[in-house]
């Protein structure tokens, strides 16, 4: 029997924590980035162990920008309340939000891609840790191909919320 996916307090499909794992895994270099302007400037060539090259870590950054797209489609994913000011529902991150599944195929693709060309020779043997990127890609790349729950989740929006007036309950009361 199959599992429905659950509902959150909006209404709307729960955004499962494997899609937030695999945001994680494609903003690896801004996450790198992060951590190494956090550390002391006497260790900050944590950055080199996994892009020895500057040009590689930004060409990085470049193809993690979906994602980042992605993240804000994701924080305008609550409906339209004007009395909690919260929520947009525009045209434009809807479009965006429609589309998420195949920019992340595109994405997932793109960095596997330029991740296993760019990776050192013997990397097996000199630097292993490096093999963990290309193998997560690879599982995320079959989740996003396989998981019934993600179109559903990307074809829905939610719907603004409406002011209720006084006529509406009135007619509610009676």
């Given at each position: 029997?199959?599992?429905?996916?659950?509902?959150?307090?909006?209404?709307?499909?729960?955004?499962?924590?494997?899609?937030?794992?695999?945001?994680?895994?494609?903003?690896?270099?801004?996450?790198?980035?992060?951590?190494?302007?956090?550390?002391?400037?006497?260790?900050?060539?944590?950055?080199?162990?996994?892009?020895?090259?500057?040009?590689?870590f930004l060409r990085a950054l470049i193809i993690a920008v979906p994602a980042?797209?992605?993240?804000?489609?994701?924080?305008?994913?609550?409906?339209?309340?004007?009395?909690?000011?919260?929520?947009?529902?525009?045209?434009?991150?809807?479009?965006?939000?429609?589309?998420?599944?195949?920019?992340?195929?595109?994405?997932?693709?793109?960095?596997?891609?330029?991740t296993t060309q760019h990776l050192p020779a013997y990397v097996s043997v000199r630097a292993p840790w490096l093999l963990?990127?290309?193998?997560?890609?690879?599982?995320?790349?079959?989740?996003?191909?396989?998981?019934?729950?993600?179109?559903?989740?990307?074809?829905?929006?939610?719907?603004?919320?409406?002011?209720?007036?006084?006529?509406?309950?009135?007619?509610?009361?009676?």
């Open positions: 029997m199959r599992e429905l996916p659950r509902l959150d307090q909006d209404g709307l499909y729960r955004v499962p924590s494997r899609l937030y794992w695999l945001l994680v895994l494609l903003l690896r270099p801004y996450l790198c980035w992060v951590v190494t302007l956090a550390m002391p400037s006497d260790q900050r060539q944590i950055l080199a162990w996994f892009y020895p090259i500057t040009t590689d980042i797209l992605l993240m804000a489609v994701l924080s305008q994913r609550v409906p339209y309340d004007p009395k909690l000011r919260r929520g947009r529902a525009r045209r434009f991150w809807f479009f965006c939000w429609r589309q998420s599944r195949w920019l992340l195929l595109i994405n997932v693709l793109l960095d596997l891609y330029w963990i990127a290309p193998i997560a890609l690879l599982l995320a790349l079959f989740y996003l191909l396989k998981s019934r729950q993600l179109p559903l989740l990307f074809s829905e929006w939610p719907e603004p919320k409406h002011q209720t007036t006084v006529d509406d309950n009135s007619a509610r009361s009676d």
